[in-house]
């Protein structure tokens, strides 16, 4: 056997060694990165329709109008917006499989229980999905932790007015 043969193989030999340990290290860093993608960044990328599964055991499908912390606001097929929280779903088909930027500052800020001021605050009328059955009206008060909703005509008090807690609020549809 020449020595040059013998120093060539030992050569192809650390190459192919170098080889593999660059492509373990690229597939854990892809690993730890994908560890670090929220549900939410992937739904933002969306360009199509998601088809929703619902703890209740319905299907919402919609196109993803934006997210914040723990909601995603989705217009369904027939052009109504649907503020679904994120703790509500149990399953989304469609989701592809890369990611948007994570939201900045301002927009990781803007909360369940903002969205749901804002829709009150704009005196629309909205059915809210829970477990136990929808409920019509329009959203009154909201504390840290529920939601009065209100009759459809604004008015009410007492018995009138539902309070539901976020923990059972599964989606507050846009009332046609």
Request: proline letters at 6%.
């Amino acid at each position: 056997m020449r020595w040059d043969d013998l120093f060539d193989d030992l050569e192809g030999q650390a190459e192919q060694a170098q080889r593999e340990d660059l492509a373990a290290e690229v597939a854990d860093r892809t690993r730890r990165e994908q560890a670090t993608v929220a549900l939410a960044d992937r739904v933002r990328a969306a360009t199509g329709e998601l088809v929703w599964s619902v703890r209740d055991g319905s299907t919402l499908t919609g196109r993803v109008l934006g997210t914040g912390p723990g909601w995603f606001l989705l217009r369904a097929p027939a052009g109504l917006q649907v503020l679904l929280a994120a703790d509500a779903v149990v399953g989304v088909r469609g989701v592809p499989s890369w990611s948007a930027p994570p939201p900045g500052p301002v927009a990781a800020r803007r909360t369940f229980l903002m969205a749901l001021r804002a829709l009150g605050a704009a005196g629309v009328r909205v059915r809210v999905q829970t477990a136990g059955g929808v409920h019509t009206g329009r959203v009154g008060r909201v504390g840290a932790d529920h939601v009065d909703l209100l009759p459809a005509d604004g008015a009410g008090q007492g018995a009138d007015v539902l309070t539901v807690p976020f923990s059972a609020v599964l989606a507050v549809h846009e009332a046609p």
